[in-house]
């Protein structure tokens, strides 16, 4: 079992930047796959990024890829979502997972509560 606790949403202009953040506990941390989701008001949960158990395979959406950024530090047990160049349709609220394999085409075993991003123009 592993608890997950996103920070760092907000409210941000477009262009600007914005870095979420999750805490991991109750488990060993690199034993899974880390990754973001997003959901928007009345749209389904997708896919932004996952990293694997080292850090060295990385997985983007196509909307986010080139602009966002995830990584992880498994000795801190956090993983980060660095999100620049922000733009009005990533206003969403965002979702840290944890899985045993690639969340790619898997639901994630485990999901923190998550944290509101919004995007203004």
């Known amino acids: 079992q592993v608890q997950l606790v996103e920070s760092g949403g907000g409210l941000v202009q477009v262009g ?16 899974y796959f880390m990754g973001w989701f997003r959901q928007a008001p009345g749209k ?6 996952e990293i694997n158990r080292s850090g060295g395979i990385i997985k983007y959406s196509d909307p ?3 602009r ?10 956090t993983v980060a979502l660095q999100m620049n160049r922000l733009k009005p ?7 840290c997972a944890a899985h045993f394999s690639s969340m ?4 994630p075993a485990y999901w923190g509560q998550g944290t509101q991003v919004t ?3």
Request: aromatic share 14%.
């Open 104 to 107: 790619w085409s898997e639901r």
């Open 119 to 121: 995007v203004s123009s």
């Open 44 to 49: 389904e949960r997708e896919f932004v990024a």
């Open 68 to 77: 966002f950024f995830i990584s992880r530090d498994n000795a801190k047990n």
């Open 64 to 66: 986010v890829g080139g």
């Open 16 to 31: 600007g930047s914005l870095r979420l953040s999750c805490a991991a506990s109750g488990s060993t941390f690199d034993n």
């Open 89 to 95: 349709e990533d206003t969403a609220t965002y979702y």
